[in-house]
């Protein structure tokens, strides 16, 4: 049976809601007994979105005001992680669909070209290199 792979659009999964769940036990940089919050991919991208121009935001700093908006004491690294490079790819292939630059969400401004993710993106490290000169942000 072949599956068919979901669009970057499709993953973005607008339907899904997100959890404040408390852990077991240690993980990550959160300790046990914690409350932490699962993002979604829609909340991830509202963030971006709000990032204005100019500024970069790590995502350590993403994790810190999501965790206080949704009144967690931690947000999960890992599907942190996740839901930004699909909010990234998702941007990218809305791009490449002729949307324009000032339509897309701007990732770029918390992409580290040195961090592992950067060179996974399909806009390439180029695209992200330009949009951060283009911006005044450290590349």
Same mark, same amino acid.
């Given at each position: ?34 409350? +932490? ?69 701007? +990732?770029? &401004? ?9 060179? =996974? ?7 992200? &290199?330009?949009?951060?000169? =283009? ?5």
């Amino acid at each position: 049976m072949t599956s068919i792979k979901k669009t970057w659009s499709q993953k973005m999964r607008p339907d899904m809601k997100h959890e404040v769940k408390t852990n077991g036990k240690a993980f990550a940089d959160i300790p046990a007994g914690s409350s +932490f919050l699962i993002a979604t991919p829609a909340i991830v991208n509202a963030y971006v979105r709000n990032i204005p121009e100019g500024k970069h935001v790590s995502i350590k700093q993403m994790r810190e005001d999501l965790a206080a908006e949704y009144h967690a004491e931690y947000t999960c690294p890992v599907t942190s992680g996740i839901f930004l490079r699909i909010v990234a790819e998702n941007a990218w292939e809305e791009l490449m669909k002729g949307k324009s630059i000032s339509k897309i969400t701007p +990732f770029w &401004r918390m992409i580290d070209l040195k961090s592992p993710s950067a060179k =996974k993106l399909a806009c390439g490290t180029d695209f992200i &290199r330009e949009m951060r000169e =283009k911006e005044g942000l450290s590349v």
